[in-house]
T-cell receptor
Framework: AQSVTQLGSHVSVSEGALVLLRCNYS??????LFWYVQYPNQGLQLLLK??????LVKGINGFEAEFKKSETSFHLTKPSAHMSDAAEYFC???????????FGKGTMLLVSP | GAGVSQSPSNKVTEKGKDVELRCDPI?????LYWYRQSLGQGLEFLIY????????KSGLPSDRFSAERTGGSVSTLTIQRTQQEDSAVYLC????????????FGSGTRLTVV
């Protein structure tokens, strides 16, 4: 069985500050890991994914995430927050060879001027 | 189309009625997924179609839920005898092929059961 824990249902940052959204996973087999973003009244958009290549994954909009097997973590970061980054972010895990995703509960990112 | 299209975008129905939610995947995508997003449960997998294979129905919460995919393209999710706990946003996604897991989501159908 697999699961995802996202620490913090809400994270607040100031514009220009570092964004750090935490994700820890549990999987009995090597996982694939994902970050999705959801803007109000929209579907989920893929930010980035880890599928066993480089452990540091770069995504869209300046986001990146690092797979750390020893910590079972896949935290999402962005050096400098922008107002347009305000949205809900979901971490997800999939077992290799399977295409269904298990999602975390989501973290709402709030960006203040 | 350019993206995954879902209709209706909003649906209000009375408890006990049946509803049908439609998903039109990206042309050429062979894999299609339904997920449910609700306040209490977060995002949950419901069902997965891949080509002509039997669907993976392991996420369907009860036998009131069913889905079909006609001609390997459009999919319909049907909920019979709706209950208030069925209120949620139903998201459809598609991907080019099996195990291509960076799939594209639609904007969802917000279902409200009153």
């Amino acid at each position: 069985a697999q699961s995802v824990t996202q620490l913090g249902s809400h994270v607040s940052v100031s514009e220009g500050a570092l964004v750090l959204l935490r994700c820890n996973y549990s999987s009995s087999v090597p996982p694939y890991l994902f970050w999705y973003v959801q803007y109000p009244n929209q579907g989920l958009q893929l930010l980035l994914k880890y599928t066993s290549a480089a452990t540091l994954v770069k995504g869209i909009n300046g986001f990146e995430a690092e797979f750390k097997k020893s910590e079972t973590s896949f935290h999402l970061t962005k050096p400098s927050a922008h107002m347009s980054d305000a949205a809900e972010y979901f971490c997800a895990v999939s077992e290799r060879g399977y295409s269904t995703l298990t999602f975390g509960k989501g973290t709402m990112l709030l960006v203040s001027p | 189309g350019a993206g995954v299209s879902q209709s209706p975008s909003n649906k209000v129905t009375e408890k006990g009625k049946d509803v049908e939610l439609r998903c039109d995947p990206i042309s050429g995508h062979t894999a299609l997924y339904w997920y449910r997003q609700s306040l209490g449960q977060g995002l949950e997998f419901l069902i997965y179609f891949q080509g002509n294979s039997a669907p993976d129905k392991s996420g369907l919460p009860s036998d009131r839920f069913s889905a079909e995919r006609t001609g390997g393209s459009v999919s319909t999710l049907t909920i019979q005898r709706t209950q208030q706990e069925d209120s949620a946003v139903y998201l459809c996604a598609s991907s080019l092929k099996q195990r291509d897991i960076g799939y594209t989501f639609g904007s969802g159908t917000r279902l409200t059961v009153v």
